[in-house]
């Protein structure tokens, strides 16, 4: 699987591989961001989008009508937050209960699909917004 | 960060595209100069739709976007993105105003020094200005229809993002009519002007970034 972040204007900021075994490949990052924290965020944020956990040992819990799927890491718990029939998924978080780290929010769903992406980072700013492109 | 085009894909491979063919040095540069700087100075503003094609090595296909950009003379720049997805950047001198369908943010290039040569490099670029950019070292090349002007960065900042910049100029009219933006991964972007129309009124409140 491979991410590639491009804006408007075609200019590219990363390009990222993330393959089948679990491994991780920067094709490309640009210069001003090629620092080891920024990789290292972005790569655990696609890591907990594509669902790249062990959800054999997930907990299911259930709060204000909406399920909590908690899966342990060695560093925190990463949350995935959906609708009661499990059908949509609202929100992925990362972090403790008390004290989240990464919010990652699908918006405006259509037909299954949903039409934008947010991922916001509490301790600092560095927040990505994304939406759908239709042919 | 504001906002991104979010593009996944399995993997694909292109061959990366290699120079143009067909093109040999410019014969007589003295006069190209004198003749592209003359159309340069004459062109006080431009009006044009854009079709642009960016070329991921990675996707098989090309990611087409169109839309509608507005020059004028010195420092103004406005570029609507219509398709795929809406965008709107305006350069107006300092400042920049950018807004997608969500959101708006104004950014003054002061406080940026990449987006201050990135709008001096569009300005130049359509103008006609590039060849007294000191930000490249430039070499002219012509078939037919065409000069090529092949624009490599010597400065630090812009050589970070760009290999080259290659610019298409009619023999007819001098005019420039297509724009390519070579990364140094091998991905590139090739914008093109079609219905182009210089030296047309368009008012200030074009360009308003307040």
Known sequence: ?135 | MRKWIWIIACLATTAVRAQSPGFKPAANLEQFKQQFAKTAQQTKSIKSDFVQEKNLSMLSEKITSKGKFWFKKEDKVKMEYQTPSYYLVIINGKDIKTKDSQKENRISAKSSKVFQQVSRITADCVQGNVLNNADFSTKVFENAQFYQLEMTPVAKGIKDYFKKIVLWVDKKDYAVTKLQMQEQSGDDTVMSFVNKETNVNIPDEVFAVK
């Open chain 1, 1 to 135: 699987m491979r991410i590639v972040f491009t804006n408007e204007m075609g200019f590219k900021f990363f390009d990222f591989e993330f393959d089948k075994d679990g491994g991780f490949t920067k094709h490309y990052m640009m210069a001003k961001m090629d620092k080891k924290a920024v990789v290292k965020t972005l790569r655990k944020d696609f890591e907990m989008l594509l669902l790249r956990y062990d959800f054999s040992k997930a907990t299911v819990l259930e709060k204000d009508a909406l399920q909590y799927v908690k899966v342990k890491l060695d560093k925190g718990d990463v949350y995935y937050i959906t609708s009661p029939d499990c059908r949509e998924l609202v929100k992925i978080q990362n972090g403790s209960k008390r004290k989240p780290v990464v919010d990652i929010w699908m918006k405006d769903y259509k037909a299954g699909i949903p039409d934008s992406l947010y991922i916001e980072h509490k301790k600092f700013t560095f927040n990505i917004s994304s939406q759908r492109v239709k042919k």
